[in-house]
């Protein structure tokens, strides 16, 4: 283990964060904020330390695999006690613990807020939460490996680690550096073309803008209490269905796409003649995992709709019931509507969407599609061999044997994602008076990175306990990285030499 690397690296990533306080900055001094001190004060101290670390500790060796896992668990706590900084010396949290709690949760896209009153807050200090989702969404440290080229000696260590989905080795282009470029290209694209929808759609250009970084991210946060129901608008709630939909799928498959559009332009396309325009949508077309994802939210959809008619809760019964299942099963978190008022059913089946998530390579949440579809037929060769136990009926995935220690890998993960989320609960019901079902909806929330619960924690979670807001960051942090990046440091084997 490099301790001065590691070290080093934190520091480089700490001074990459201070530039992004600029914005904040820039908006305060548009809108002549006197919140502007707050930011200040947040780029000083996180400037200052990330240039001692990085000056002190120079320089930077080549990373090993054990490396890239404390530098993102290093950065990921750092950064939310760094980010914590403005919502602490402004005095918006009523805490350091929910300071930390809100900076985490914008960090790791989850969108759990412990704060009220949005309408009312500085600009300066809304566009900051959701820069915070914009970056963690795609990830500051895949950032970093894109734009800073002394971190191509360690790029695939500290991009495994932080990227969502079982196959995390897999590249776009033949450096780690380039793939990290062409992943927040394509963000970016998303990025700009969500908020120009949102414009048309009627937002004006702050909000348009603000909830573009929370959409594509899949974060949640909004700059009003009502979240996307304040805008009573139907073109808004559909742009934000088809995002929240595009942000959910992989991101590789965006990447094939964009390219093989750019190549059918110039007249270069890789794609045969014969096979025409729509060969440009075969990068979803051929993938299991889109097509079951795009399956899950379609049945979804049907089931809440019969569910809200049956009980008549709703006026707009198909749009109410689209945009939560999409917007919980993505884990992005908005709502139009206070759904936890629904026949209580419906909002569990909600939350237990959360669980499954989006694609992997996504920006959502929760365990992955492909995962759980890996899960599904796993379980259906295990019937095969009870009919047939001398047959042989491989798991198969887009015509692809799946290896043995791949499907292991995934088994390994649903018993580790199980057991931490008993384990959260427990600690939570343990340190804090909430009710069962507040309390698990809020580690179920926090763990798949949802945002909104049931009960007491529907809406925000100011009713937390201290504690509670702690172990709910730590949780938020666990499901952001997908548990073995934080599990594997507590094991006495990552430690020896």
Not at 83 to 88: H, N
Not at 157 to 183: C, F, H, V, Y
Not at 393 to 400: A, G, H, I, M, S
Not at 433 to 451: E, M
Request: charged residues 10%; aromatic residues 12%.
């Amino acid at each position: 283990m490099h301790l001065r690397t590691i070290l080093s690296l934190t520091g480089l990533l700490l001074m990459l964060f201070s530039v992004v306080l600029l914005v904040p900055i820039a908006v305060a001094l548009m809108y002549s904020e006197a919140f502007i001190s707050h930011f200040l004060l947040a780029f000083s101290v996180t400037l200052a330390i990330g240039l001692v670390l990085w000056c002190a500790c120079r320089p930077i060796r080549e990373l090993r695999n054990r490396d890239g896992f404390i530098v993102v668990a290093l950065f990921y706590f750092g950064l939310g006690a760094f980010g914590a900084v403005p919502f602490a010396s402004s005095g918006v949290a009523d805490s350091w613990s929910g300071a930390v709690f809100e900076s985490v949760s914008g960090l790791t896209t989850t969108g759990a807020t412990m704060l009220t009153g949005l309408d009312d807050l500085p600009k300066s200090l809304l566009i900051y939460r959701q820069i915070l989702q914009w970056l963690g969404g795609m990830g500051i440290v895949v950032l970093a490996v894109a734009v800073l080229p002394m971190l191509g000696i360690g790029g695939m260590q500290l991009s495994r680690s932080e990227l969502t989905g079982p196959d995390k080795g897999s590249r776009l282009a033949p450096r780690i550096a380039e793939t990290a470029r062409a992943l927040w290209l394509v963000y970016l694209g998303l990025t700009v073309a969500c908020a120009l929808a949102y414009f048309v759609a009627g937002m004006d250009l702050f909000d348009a803008i603000a909830h573009a970084f929370s959409t594509v991210s899949i974060g949640g946060f909004s700059t009003h209490d009502a979240s996307i129901g304040y805008f009573n608008s139907l073109a808004i709630n559909w742009v934000a269905i088809a995002f929240m939909v595009i942000s959910g799928l992989s991101f590789a498959l965006h990447f094939r796409l964009f390219r093989e559009i750019k190549l059918s332009f110039s007249g270069h396309s890789e794609q045969s003649p014969r096979r025409g325009r729509i060969s440009r949508w075969l990068p979803y077309l051929a993938s299991s995992e889109a097509k079951t994802y795009l399956a899950l939210l379609l049945a979804l959809s049907l089931v809440v709709s019969i569910g809200l008619s049956a009980y008549g809760v709703s006026d707009h019964v198909v749009l109410d019931a689209i945009f939560q299942v999409v917007s919980t099963a993505t884990t992005s978190g908005f709502v139009t509507t206070d759904f936890s008022l629904w026949p209580s059913f419906l909002p569990i089946l909600l939350l237990m969407s959360a669980f499954v998530g989006g694609c992997a390579g996504s920006t959502a949440g929760g365990i992955k599609v492909v995962r759980v579809l890996l899960a599904y037929r796993q379980g259906i060769y295990e019937i095969k061999r009870l009919i047939h136990p001398a047959g042989v009926f491989p798991v198969k995935l887009d015509n692809r044997s799946v290896p043995s220690d791949e499907m292991q890998a995934v088994w390994g993960f649903f018993a580790l994602y199980g057991l931490t989320f008993v384990v959260m609960l427990l600690l939570i019901l343990m340190v804090d008076d909430l009710d069962f079902l507040s309390a698990f909806s809020a580690v179920a929330a926090c763990l798949n990175n949802l945002g909104p619960g049931l009960g007491d924690v529907a809406s925000n979670y100011e009713s937390v306990s201290s504690a509670g807001k702690w172990l709910l960051s730590v949780t938020m942090i666990l499901g952001r990285l997908e548990i073995f990046t934080l599990l594997v440091l507590l094991t006495p084997t990552f430690w020896r030499r």
